[in-house]
């Protein structure tokens, strides 16, 4: 059986997509646990952005290790620099800037849930950037019903009052940095190839990741041990890995086909974080999930052209 069989075999994409999911979704509690074990508080940023740093440094160089085991040239091509920069700032710099703060004032469920409207952002951006890609009356629904799954998900204990603090505010900026650099990597991807693309922008984002870490508290403040090293190797592989067999899914097959999947991600993070952070699955949380899943669900189902709105 060649690659290309796999991924294009029903049980193939579903072990593969399934697999990336998982693994995108145990990133949320797994970065809490690290925390913890490194004693990284939510004030201490300069940790956090060093630790995340360490994260996507140790991911891009798996990424080309793995390939140039393979024999794939993955030698750095100085004319695509100007691009990886972009896509770095965006896709991973801007991006984890925010959620690794984000997330240290949130929750892991909360978090997991939060970053499945990365879709949201980007089909907004799609509307003015992209002339057969507009907003829809079906994915203005959308957007609407997944809001207000992320109100839910945020509604304290049951209480009938909207509490909406600064970590959900950075996590939804982080997703607004993540949707658009994922624009910058689908126009990039046209004069590179995908995964030379991430490796590099992974390396490239890291260093200003390490560089404001080390600023602020030197290259190695942490104390590691087997436990949070062994955390820090698989929040890296997951980010590695996952991209791999989705990057597979995605070249073998219809984006329509395939995107379904996507929404298993905050669901294994809210599964996952529920398990080892040992975090309430209140039923708010729960009507915020579904919601949010529907939203999604509504927003990437095909619109009938007579339902397209005019871009203004």
Same mark, same amino acid.
């Given at each position: 059986? *060649? *690659?290309?069989?796999?991924?294009?075999?029903?049980?193939?994409?579903?072990?593969?997509?399934?697999?990336?999911?998982?693994?995108?979704?145990?990133?949320?509690?797994?970065?809490?646990?690290?925390?913890?074990?490194?004693?990284?508080?939510?004030?201490?940023?300069?940790?956090?952005?060093?630790?995340?740093? %360490?994260?996507?440094?140790?991911?891009?160089?798996?990424?080309?290790?793995?390939?140039?085991?393979?024999?794939?040239?993955?030698?750095?091509?100085?004319?695509?620099?100007?691009?990886?920069?972009?896509?770095?700032?965006?896709?991973?710099?801007? &991006? %984890?800037?925010?959620?690794?703060?984000?997330?240290?004032?949130?929750?892991? =469920?909360?978090?997991?849930?939060?970053?499945? *409207?990365?879709?949201?952002? &980007?089909? +907004?951006?799609?509307?003015?950037?992209?002339?057969?890609?507009?907003?829809?009356? +079906?994915?203005?629904?959308?957007?609407?019903?997944?809001? *207000?799954?992320?109100?839910?998900?945020?509604?304290?204990?049951?209480?009938?009052?909207?509490?909406?603090?600064?970590?959900?505010?950075?996590?939804?900026?982080?997703?607004?940095?993540?949707?658009?650099?994922?624009?910058?990597?689908?126009?990039?991807?046209?004069?590179?190839?995908?995964?030379?693309?991430?490796?590099?922008?992974?390396?490239?984002?890291?260093?200003?990741?390490?560089?404001?870490?080390?600023?602020?508290?030197?290259?190695?403040?942490?104390?590691?041990?087997?436990?949070?090293?062994?955390?820090?190797?698989?929040?890296?592989?997951?980010?590695?890995?996952?991209?791999?067999?989705?990057?597979?899914?995605?070249?073998?097959?219809?984006?329509?086909?395939?995107?379904?999947?996507?929404?298993?991600?905050?669901?294994?993070?809210?599964?996952?974080?529920? =398990?080892?952070?040992?975090?309430?699955?209140?039923?708010?949380?729960?009507?915020?999930?579904?919601?949010?899943?529907?939203?999604?669900? +509504?927003?990437?189902?095909?619109?009938?052209?007579?339902?397209?709105?005019?871009?203004?």
């Amino acid at each position: 059986m *060649t *690659t290309k069989d796999f991924f294009t075999h029903p049980l193939g994409i579903a072990v593969s997509a399934a697999g990336a999911t998982l693994l995108w979704g145990s990133a949320f509690p797994f970065i809490k646990l690290s925390y913890n074990s490194l004693d990284i508080k939510p004030e201490e940023m300069g940790e956090q952005m060093l630790f995340a740093g %360490y994260r996507f440094l140790l991911a891009g160089l798996l990424i080309l290790i793995m390939f140039l085991l393979l024999k794939r040239n993955m030698k750095f091509r100085p004319e695509t620099t100007k691009s990886l920069l972009k896509i770095g700032l965006f896709q991973t710099f801007l &991006q %984890y800037v925010l959620f690794y703060i984000g997330l240290s004032y949130s929750t892991g =469920i909360q978090g997991s849930i939060i970053a499945g *409207t990365t879709s949201f952002f &980007q089909i +907004l951006l799609a509307h003015f950037l992209y002339p057969d890609d507009r907003m829809s009356r +079906l994915k203005v629904a959308g957007l609407m019903v997944g809001f *207000t799954g992320v109100i839910f998900a945020n509604w304290p204990n049951g209480d009938y009052e909207i509490s909406f603090g600064i970590g959900e505010i950075l996590l939804m900026g982080a997703m607004m940095a993540g949707a658009y650099g994922n624009i910058l990597a689908k126009q990039g991807s046209g004069k590179m190839e995908v995964i030379y693309l991430t490796a590099y922008q992974m390396i490239l984002g890291s260093l200003g990741l390490i560089a404001i870490g080390a600023f602020s508290v030197g290259l190695a403040p942490f104390d590691f041990n087997l436990k949070s090293g062994l955390m820090l190797l698989y929040l890296s592989f997951l980010s590695a890995a996952g991209f791999i067999l989705w990057n597979n899914v995605m070249k073998y097959n219809q984006v329509g086909k395939v995107s379904l999947y996507l929404f298993l991600v905050p669901v294994f993070g809210v599964i996952l974080s529920a =398990i080892l952070l040992d975090e309430l699955l209140h039923y708010f949380v729960i009507a915020g999930l579904i919601l949010v899943v529907v939203g999604i669900v +509504l927003v990437n189902r095909p619109a009938r052209k007579r339902n397209s709105l005019p871009a203004k």
